[in-house]
């Protein structure tokens, strides 16, 4: 090896599982979330094979329940929630300030701990017995009726709050405290600015879910009265305390993404974001009136209808932010130099999904319509194209654009656009049948349908397979680039963004020396250093394989 | 599903127009955005696609009008959205007048309702066209939800709540009812047909199959007499507990001071909670029913009380407010 940097400055499983380094922490969760997004994708696959035919093909109604809790518990608590940040912001936001590690690296480490911890005991609830009440845990089925292993599943979520909130801690602080010099708010990476937005979404409502569990395990173990009516509680009073966190959790869920998909765009159309206080002002917009929207899951509960109409309102008002983004992105294309590689790729695919999926919303928080749409195979549709059109595009899509920088290789370009445009595909054909599915009446979670619904469900299988096709790829390629990749060099893409301007991968304190940003983000004309046309006429670096 | 693959559901409610328009309105507009934005990202994509390796795009860094168009028009569309669904809404949380009243009832899992003059189905509803009806839903266990597509409504079915809704089916025909609200192991099961009939033939059916069923009435007379509410609740008011004479629909003054509207939800928690609202210038003397009858009774209770609305209301000794009252 020629340098040494923070995968081979030292060796062993202690100096993985012992360390405090951001960049190791971020592969030891790459490799957790990777495994937990691999057994939900599993009961993913059983729940589109069940429901190639009307009756059901696979398994019994009891399993079926268990499939689709279990897969939503797996994908958002262990997946989806903890991907981009714990992951990619974990490695890049110190990178993106200059700065050596975040602010508590200790706690870091603990974070993920914490975070193995909690999924050991929703392993373990998987394993004797699974889970069946729906991954909300609507009381008082949770509470009360349900035979399944919910209290062990409770815990383990209970649990792995704690990881998130200390990551959103430990961002925070980072980003207030260790900025290189140079590195002013308006200067920082627009990734930066959506976790500083995540990180308020996790340390303000993450509390109140696990309180809520709580709450939840502590009916059904003591049977003390919160929310069974028997037990002189209330049902609905759950379902406010738990979307008031599940729902700003889907934007802890889509901010990074949208975080990844503002620095993939300006580097690949090469040139400064459009609007960018706009985009960061959006984040914290969202983050904010996110809070504000959580009882649009209720409109049918028999909610007063001032709150139905409140809510609705202020649920119309968190769009605005979402659309400003996409115009954004959109214009910033615009008289670009835009190159199709991989990671390009994704960012398209993200914004015609999320586009989707974010327009779909609007059909929802509308009261006259919710009351039809509300709990069909519409919502299903939707929050698949918000969460893994959007979310996961986003993850995959970021992996592709920091690979050189995480492993110092390049992977084949060839085969990771044939899995951009697989994914993409397959991803439509599984979920937008769903939408007509859900307009036709046909009502999420169901083993069993009536035999109209068919002809779409078996659409939407098909189109699960060739989505399963689109993960396995990149899982393929990846792995073996990081053996017989190309050497990526420093800047292979190139971008402007300070993680680009230590080694690939970069050393264990991250820089030589202590950087000092001079320049305003996103500009490639004022760049010597970057090696293009406008700057200096050295000859761009090596780029791929196209 | 052989030859066509209908994308909405047949229209068999007066709710169902007004839903499928709005769904029109909606998609058009999100239609537009979405094809011009696609129909953008695509042109620019070959447009400005890098031409020489070292090329670099045009630095455009914003422009304030440019934002604030696009912050303003999607937000007056949004609001007009928003209204529209906010009247079919309103419209269908508050039910006329005139309503035939049938009583749902949700368990794990079939669904059992009860017409007006006590006939019993399970997993059917029957109703006459053109006719507004309520349905009062109460669930045994857990949350359920009440799901006509071709009606274009539901409503969740919440244990220890009454919630209502209402329709008027406007073409005859069998049409599946659902319940969209998970609710355990058979969840899917948990469905049925509702028949909407001309009201002669409704009336025959009524009529035809009404046979060892018991009136909501009478047993709720029955249940009145062998609980000992009329103990206390004396029609003329001289019990130690208020006159039940006149009370459906009514406002109640409370020992607080305020006022609520007698309703079926009221009505079933004083039933189960005596305690929760008291009426002003009675002592809380009334124990809980909490556990102690089942929801059918509780409908036959409530079904009585409120057939007790059109008795005259004694002079002293009702919970009614006075007319003139506060509020």
Redesign the interface.
């Given at each position: 090896m020629p340098h040494e940097d923070y995968l081979n400055a030292t060796y062993g499983i202690r100096s993985w599982l012992l360390t405090t380094d951001h960049k190791r922490i971020a592969l030891l969760y790459l490799g957790s979330v990777t495994v937990f997004f691999f057994i939900g994708g599993i009961f993913a696959t059983m729940i589109r094979i069940h429901l190639l035919t009307p009756t059901g093909a696979l398994v019994t109604p009891e399993t079926y329940n268990k499939l689709f809790t279990m897969h939503g518990v797996a994908m958002i608590f262990f997946f989806l929630i903890p991907s981009i940040p714990a992951v990619l912001g974990n490695f890049l936001i110190p990178l993106m300030i200059g700065a050596k590690d975040l602010a508590f690296p200790k706690i870091n480490l603990l974070s993920w701990y914490i975070y193995i911890v909690g999924g050991c005991f929703v392993l373990y609830s998987f394993g004797t017995g699974g889970l069946d009440t729906g991954w909300t845990f609507y009381t008082p089925l949770s509470s009360v009726y349900s035979n399944s292993a919910v209290t062990p599943a409770v815990i383990g979520i209970f649990i792995n709050g704690f990881s998130s909130i200390l990551t959103g801690l430990n961002f925070i602080v980072t980003i207030h405290t260790m900025r290189a010099p140079g590195m002013t708010w308006f200067r920082l990476p627009l990734f930066v600015w959506a976790h500083y937005a995540t990180s308020l979404v996790m340390i303000l409502g993450t509390p109140v879910v696990a309180i809520t569990l709580l709450l939840a395990g502590l009916e059904r173990m003591f049977h003390l009265g919160f929310f069974n009516p028997a037990l002189g509680g209330d049902p609905i009073l759950f379902q406010h305390l738990f979307w008031f966190y599940s729902h700003p959790a889907v934007y802890i869920m889509i901010l990074p993404a949208m975080g990844v998909i503002s620095e993939i765009i300006p580097t690949f159309a090469r040139k400064p974001i459009f609007g960018y206080s706009f985009i960061a002002g959006s984040s914290i917009a969202i983050a904010v009136i996110g809070f504000l929207v959580w009882a649009h899951h209720m409109f049918v509960t028999g909610e007063s209808t001032y709150a139905a109409l409140t809510f609705s309102f202020l649920s119309y008002l968190v769009a605005i932010p979402s659309a400003v983004k996409v115009f954004n992105w959109t214009s910033t294309l615009y008289k670009g130099s835009i190159s199709w590689d991989t990671p390009m790729l994704y960012a398209f695919g993200f914004i015609g999904l999320f586009l989707i999926g974010g327009l779909t919303g609007l059909f929802l928080a509308c009261l006259g319509l919710d009351i039809h749409i509300h709990d069909t195979y519409f919502v299903v549709a939707h929050f698949h194209y918000i969460m893994v059109g959007g979310a996961v595009m986003g993850y995959v899509g970021g992996i592709h654009f920091w690979w050189p920088k995480i492993t110092g290789r390049l992977y084949s370009e060839t085969l990771s656009r044939i899995a951009a445009v697989t994914l993409f595909v397959g991803f439509n054909l599984t979920f937008f049948p769903q939408f007509i599915l859900g307009y036709l009446g046909m009502p999420r979670r169901y083993h069993t349908y009536p035999p109209e619904f068919q002809v779409l469900n078996v659409l939407s299988t098909a189109g699960a397979s060739i989505l399963a096709l689109g993960y396995l790829l990149p899982m393929l390629y990846l792995t073996w680039s990081m053996r017989y990749g190309k050497v990526a060099g420093q800047n292979p893409w190139p971008a402007t963004g300070l993680e680009w301007k230590t080694d690939s991968p970069p050393p264990t304190e991250n820089f030589h020396v202590t950087p000092e940003v001079t320049w305003e983000p996103y500009d490639f004309l004022n760049r010597p250093d970057l090696g293009l046309a406008a700057g200096s006429p050295l000859p761009a670096p090596a780029h791929g394989d196209d | 599903?052989q030859s066509q693959?209908?994308?909405?559901?047949e229209q068999a409610s007066n709710?169902a127009p007004?839903?499928d328009s709005?769904?029109l309105f909606?998609?058009a507009?999100?239609l537009f955005?979405?094809v011009a934005?696609?129909v953008?990202?695509v042109i620019?994509?070959f447009k400005?696609?890098?031409?020489?390796?070292?090329?670099?795009?045009?630095?455009?860094?914003?422009?304030s009008r440019?934002?604030a168009a696009?912050?303003i028009i999607?937000?007056i569309l949004?609001?007009a959205?928003?209204s529209?669904?906010?009247?079919?809404?309103?419209d269908?949380?508050?039910a006329p007048r005139d309503t035939l009243d049938v009583y749902v009832i949700g368990k794990?899992w079939m669904w059992k309702a009860q017409q007006p003059n006590g006939l019993k189905e399970i997993n059917e509803l029957h109703v006459p066209v053109n006719r507004n009806v309520r349905l009062i839903l109460a669930s045994e266990?857990?949350?359920h939800?009440f799901?006509v597509?071709?009606f274009?409504?539901?409503?969740?079915v919440?244990?220890?709540?009454y919630?209502t809704m209402w329709f008027r089916p406007t073409k005859p025909g069998r049409y599946?009812f659902?319940?969209?609200?998970?609710?355990?192991?058979?969840?899917?099961?948990m469905g049925g047909w509702v028949t909407v009939m001309e009201p002669s033939d409704y009336a025959a059916w009524l009529s035809g199959s009404s046979g060892g069923s018991t009136n909501p009435l009478v047993a709720g007379e029955k249940l009145f007499a062998e609980k000992a509410c009329i103990t206390c609740h004396v029609p003329d008011g001289s019990g130690r507990s208020p006159s039940l004479n006149g009370l459906y629909g009514a406002k109640v003054l409370l020992a607080d001071g305020s006022t609520v509207t007698a309703d079926e939800s009221y009505i079933r928690e004083s039933i189960l909670?005596p305690n929760a609202k008291i009426v002003a210038g009675y002592p809380p003397l009334m124990p809980t029913f909490?556990?102690q009858l089942t929801e059918e009774q509780i409908l036959a209770l409530t079904a009585y009380i409120k057939s007790l609305q059109s008795l005259p209301v004694p002079a002293k000794g009702s919970g009614i407010a006075a007319p003139t009252g506060n509020k």
């Open positions: - | 599903m693959l209908p994308i909405y559901p709710f007004n839903v709005l769904m909606i998609t507009i999100c955005f979405a934005v696609t953008a990202i620019f994509f400005f696609h890098r031409k020489a390796p070292n090329d670099v795009g045009v630095p455009i860094h914003g422009d440019l934002e696009w912050m999607p937000l949004a609001m959205m928003f529209w669904g906010a009247v079919v809404y309103v269908y949380r508050n794990q266990d857990v949350i939800d799901f597509p071709a274009r409504v539901k409503m969740d919440v244990p220890g709540h919630n599946h659902f319940c969209s609200q998970y609710c355990g192991t058979n969840h899917a099961l909670q909490q556990g």
